[in-house]
Every structure is written in C-alpha cells, then in structure tokens.
C-alpha cells in the first residue's frame, strides 16, 4: 500500500478480489506509527517492534535488545481513550478468521494507545507463534512479563517457542517458571514433560508426564498416557507400556491405540490378548480392514486357520481388490502345505502387483517345492529382474540350478552373492560353491 499523502489513510483489511473490506482511519499522532508499522509488516513478515512505557523495565527480566522498543511518553489524558479496547476486539475477531497481519495492525494500535495492555502484547506473541515467527513471538512475550510477571500462560508460550527454536534449556526454564505460577495447568506439565523427553531425560519427563494424570486433566491425560507409553516401549518396559495403553482404552476409541496395544503384544507373543484387544475395537468398528487382517494374522499364529480363512473371506467381502488379502491367505494355504491354493492367491495378487519381487520368489519357492526347476527358475529370474540385489532369489536360483545339475550357472549365482558382500548367505553360499565345484569336476 502506498502511503497516503492526506490526513486520511485507506487501510485493507481483507485484500481479495471477491470480497473487500476497506477500514477508512484518521491518521493521528497516536496511530501514526502503527499505520507505518502495518504497512512495513504485511511487506517483511520478520518486523517486529516493541511498544512499552518507559517505566517498570527490570533488567534481570527483560533480556532482549532494546534497539527496536519505543517508549511512551505517560500523561494525565493518555488512557482516557477507551479505542484501545475496540481495537482489541477488532484484533481479536480478524485472529480468529485467520487474518493474521490484519491482525497484528489492531493489535498493535491497541497497545500505542495503551502500552500497558498486556493482553495485546500476549496476541500479538501468540501470533506470531502460529506463524512460526519465534523471535518476534519471544519479544512481545517478554513485554507481556514485564507488564505482569504473574502471567503463567506467557512463560509457557514462551517455553514452547524456545522448544520450537531447539534451545530447550531456556525452554524448561520458562515453562518450569509457569508451573510455578500455576501448579495445577496439566498442559504446563505436559509440554515440560515433552521438552524433557526430547532431551532424553526420560525419568524426569516421566515424572511431569504422571503429574498431568494424577490432575486427571479432560484434555491433557489421554495425551500424557500415549506419551508415557512410547517412552516405555522405547525402554523395553513393556508391562507399563501395556498398562498404559490399557488405561488409553478407558479414554478413547482411537484405532490407533488398539494398534499400537495389538501389536505390543504380539510381539511379545501374547497373541490371545492381542485377539481380545482387536475384537473389541471390531465390536464398534466391525468393517475395519486394517483390524481385521491384523486379527486374521493373531488367528494364524495360534494355529486357528480355519477361524483366520473365514476373516479373510471377510475382507475379500469389503474390498475385492486388496492385494494383501489374497497374500496373506495364501501364506496361510502355504502353511497346511496346500501349494495348489496358495499358488492361485499368488498368481491374483500378481494381476495387481505384477512387479512384487516378494510375491515372485514365493512362487519359485513354491516350484521349488513341486520340484518344477524350470517354473522355480523362470520367476526367480523375473523377481531378480524387478530388484536385482535380492539375496535371497538368488540363493534359491543358484539352487535351482544346482538341482537340474547345471553347475555353471549355479556358481556364476552364487559368485554374484558373494561380490554384493552380504553376510545372510555366505556359509551357505561357500558350502554350495564346494560341492558344486567338486560336482562339476566329476561332471566334466
């Protein structure tokens, strides 16, 4: 925008094509350098000037340069214009719309007004913090302290920013600061108990973490339980992890917590808990593919293959095109050493993957069973073809060889494992290359 030559300058507010909202304001000396201000801002995102009186400045709490503050003069009629509220409002309304730098330029008429506004200077911090703009964020936050050392909800914004910033010392001390002011705020726990983590400090992050449960907060204990529970499982403590992830339960329907719950204790073998878990989630959620194939999964590692063919009968139902249904079920067909089915899932999981070198060799494994060297060798190509470095293909293929007694194909396979230098296959690998070797000796 272009400065206006007369009295009067046109400030918009809402600068689109469609819909425009022009604010007409008297340019005075109190607004005068907001204006200025404004128009600098909405041009250089990273402007941030400081408005506070020239009094009650404490050296050991405000630690930022004063090369940008402009001071006040206070006198008798200053506050008696009562604009600074209605700005505010204004402000507050064009925040909450998203219109940030519209904004901030109420914002910062309110508070040349009435420097001593410390909800203002808060807002315009807070803004900035959505912005990411963590420098001005820290400036107008350390005014709103000033104004009012008591203002816990400054120094946990403040500590949130710094976390943002990667300086977590300066982080735990502003927030350790707002819990001070105020004890019992769960969410002050809870953000030191993340900066604390985040500095793998996990004792001390575990107990800001329980004092946030104990509080018993609406929206913060559901949070501190998750957290909890990664910071368990990260330390192998897999009964609090559970016990956790149990009490996470009682809080929320989230898929994701019965997933993540599953999946604990599958791996720690549980698997007929981890069936329960799953069907508690399918009592609500009875159509979730994702849940049922992890339940078909549980049902197969106890041996209960015909309950586990009958849930993927149920997918197959919901979403004929899932690939992963007819593998699996295919795996499962492979387990009772019926070859026949569990080569049909693989050949229609290939009409939709025709370049899955997993599927692929599971088929040459699966000839190689039949003793159909030719077939085994045939798609053990086709899967090297897809990714050339896959060991295990060419393990087999060597073998595939070997077995129909071509040997010099079988230790041209095995010499190429043993040039990508992989440690999975080279006792196997150095055993085979003898007994070819002596094999093709007598064949010659």
Request: hydrophobic share 40%; glycine share 2%.
């Amino acid at each position: 925008m272009n400065p206006s030559n007369s009295s009067t300058t046109i400030i918009t507010i809402n600068a689109n094509t469609t819909n425009t909202n022009n604010l007409i304001i008297k340019e005075t000396p109190h607004n005068r350098l907001s204006i200025k201000k404004y128009k600098l801002l909405t041009s250089v995102s990273k402007v941030s000037l400081t408005y506070i009186p020239n009094t009650h400045i404490p050296s050991h709490t405000y630690s930022q340069s004063h090369s940008h503050t402009v001071f006040f003069p206070k006198s008798k009629d200053f506050y008696a214009n009562k604009d600074f509220l209605i700005y505010y409002q204004r402000a507050k309304t064009l925040d909450n719309l998203g219109k940030y730098n519209e904004a901030l330029f109420f914002y910062l008429l309110s508070i040349e007004l009435y420097p001593y506004f410390q909800l203002a200077h808060y807002n315009i911090g807070k803004t900035f913090y959505i912005q990411k703009n963590y420098l001005s964020c820290n400036k107008y936050l350390h005014n709103t302290i000033i104004i009012n050392p008591k203002n816990h909800k400054a120094y946990n914004l403040l500590g949130l920013s710094f976390k943002n910033m990667g300086k977590f010392l300066e982080s735990i001390q502003y927030l350790e600061m707002a819990i001070r002011l105020n004890n019992n705020s769960a969410e002050y726990h809870f953000n030191l108990g993340v900066v604390l983590s985040e500095m793998n400090k996990n004792d001390l992050a575990k107990l800001s973490l329980i004092r946030v449960i104990d509080l018993n907060s609406r929206n913060y204990t559901e949070k501190a339980f998750h957290f909890l529970a990664v910071i368990f499982e990260m330390e192998e403590n897999h009964v609090n992890a559970i016990w956790c992830y149990k009490n996470l339960l009682y809080l929320s329907d989230d898929k994701s917590i019965y997933m993540s719950l599953g999946n604990l204790l599958r791996n720690l073998e549980n698997y007929e808990e981890a069936l329960i878990v799953y069907n508690k989630y399918l009592l609500v959620n009875n159509n979730d593919i994702e849940i049922l194939i992890n339940k078909a999964e549980v049902l197969f590692e106890l041996g209960r293959n015909n309950e586990a063919k009958k849930v993927y009968s149920i997918i197959k139902c919901l979403n004929p095109l899932n690939v992963e249904y007819y593998l699996k079920l295919a795996n499962v067909y492979f387990s009772e050493d019926n070859y026949k089915s569990s080569l049909d899932y693989l050949y229609i999981a290939l009409i939709f993957d025709t370049n899955n070198d997993s599927t692929l060799f599971k088929v040459g494994i699966i000839f190689m069973i039949l003793q159909q060297y030719e077939k085994a060798i045939e798609f053990f190509k086709l899967s090297l073809q897809v990714n050339s470095f896959n060991n295990k293909a060419l393990f087999y293929l060597a073998e595939a060889y070997k077995l129909k007694l071509d040997y010099k194909n079988s230790l041209h396979c095995l010499i190429k494992i043993l040039s990508y230098g992989s440690d999975s296959f080279n006792n196997e690998v150095l055993l085979n290359l003898i007994q070819i070797k002596k094999k093709w000796r007598w064949s010659i």
